[in-house]
């Protein structure tokens, strides 16, 4: 993410925090005043254990200055034990760019680079737009030009269904990426194995290649277990039923969540490269390709039967049916666990003629509320086509 935020700062937040935040302003003047004033005084036991955790000193712009207190011992143990996990050559603002020379007003502000506040809001900013524009983007198209628009007539498709999707999604982005800030700030400061250059001493090219089937299959086991947890009942009716809201989905359905239900799904994607070697560049490569992914296979097109590959219709009986399909990227997990069902052949079949399709989707009602009674109760409060 510090390639991201380079370039960002460069042409747009460097100038913004300079004119809004100059480094000799009122404000600067303020915090200044308040944090060396009598009332917060400066404490050297919490300046050196907050130097070993994130080489926070005077002029690295940090949030908060030490106060007129210790830390207690434990406390200060820990703090230095985290502080040995951190590359001090990866924290951005403290080390040469990678990508664009810094800006002229790159220093102007009295929210330096490395300051943890500047860092986190303007990741939130950029990580939220950019959310909102590859889902609108990526599902967009795919509407346009992928999506089955048969699913429309189908008995459980909902009265008003891609509008709420789409209100659903637009307003659990922003929240999603509040809760997943801390593992971009970490990244930031330098607590995450990602790399930039492409040598003999990162690995060269074959690591490259070999971290992404590692991240795919790491990812897709976490997630497959996250997923089954959010199946438990009193899990699944707090967090994960608002997804479930929809028996068959459009492509806007991919990021219809509960914010802590699409935040926990992600955990794998964040606790890779805090674990794992991974090269910058790829991660965000990935990124875009785990979000293309989670709008396909709600597109409602079924162009394989795969038998490994968990694809668009092994998600669709995930759907239909709630039990089944857990995976992410590949049926392993779920053939472990015993959780895989086969997509139907009906799913696959083209230019069928309205009434056979009526057949098929009559078959897989009674099927779906014979489930979804066991799982959610005999009450059910979405509102379908058919009923309107």
């Not at 992914?293 to 092994?314: E, F, K, L, Q, R």
Request: proline share 5%; net charge neutral.
């Amino acid at each position: 993410m510090d390639i991201v935020l380079e370039v960002c700062d460069t042409y747009l937040f460097d100038k913004f925090y300079a004119t809004v935040l100059p480094k000799n302003g009122v404000v600067a003047q303020k915090w200044s005043q308040l944090t060396y004033g009598s009332v917060l005084s400066h404490n050297s036991t919490i300046a050196a254990a907050a130097t070993a955790a994130g080489g926070v000193d005077g002029d690295s712009g940090f949030l908060f200055r030490s106060s007129g207190w210790s830390l207690p011992l434990p406390v200060q143990i820990v703090v230095n034990l985290i502080g040995k996990l951190q590359r001090k050559d990866e924290i951005y603002g403290k080390v040469p760019t990678q990508i664009v020379a810094p800006s002229i007003w790159a220093t102007e502000s009295f929210l330096a680079r490395s300051n943890l506040l500047r860092e986190a809001l303007s990741i939130f900013v950029i990580t939220t737009i950019f959310g909102w524009l590859l889902y609108f983007l990526v599902a967009g198209l795919s509407y346009m030009y992928v999506f089955d628009r048969r699913i429309f007539n189908h008995p459980r498709y909902l009265k008003n269904q891609m509008r709420l999707e789409i209100i659903q999604a637009a307003t659990s982005i922003p929240i999603m990426v509040l809760l997943t800030n801390p593992f971009f700030v970490l990244e930031l400061q330098g607590f995450s194995k990602l790399y930039f250059p492409i040598d003999d001493s990162t690995g060269g090219w074959n690591r490259i290649w070999w971290s992404i089937p590692a991240f795919i299959l790491f990812t897709d086991c976490g997630i497959y277990f996250i997923h089954r947890w959010l199946h438990w009942p009193s899990v699944y009716k707090a967090l994960h039923k608002p997804h479930h809201k929809w028996i068959v989905c459009t492509p806007f359905a991919s990021h219809a969540f509960h914010p802590v239900d699409g935040w926990c799904q992600s955990l794998p994607y964040h606790i890779y490269p805090l674990l794992f070697p991974l090269h910058k560049v790829l991660y965000l490569a990935l990124f875009l390709f785990v979000n293309c992914w989670t709008v396909m296979i709600h597109d409602g097109n079924y162009m394989s039967n795969d038998p490994v590959v968990n694809g668009t219709a092994c998600h669709t009986v995930h759907h239909l049916y709630f039990n089944y399909n857990y995976g992410q990227f590949t049926t392993l997990w779920d053939r472990i666990g015993g959780s895989y069902r086969r997509p139907d052949d009906s799913l696959f079949l083209k230019d069928t003629q309205k009434e056979q399709d009526k057949k098929i989707w009559k078959e897989q009602v009674v099927q779906m509320e014979e489930i979804r009674n066991e799982l959610e109760g005999k009450v059910d409060d979405r509102v379908y086509i058919e009923e309107e």
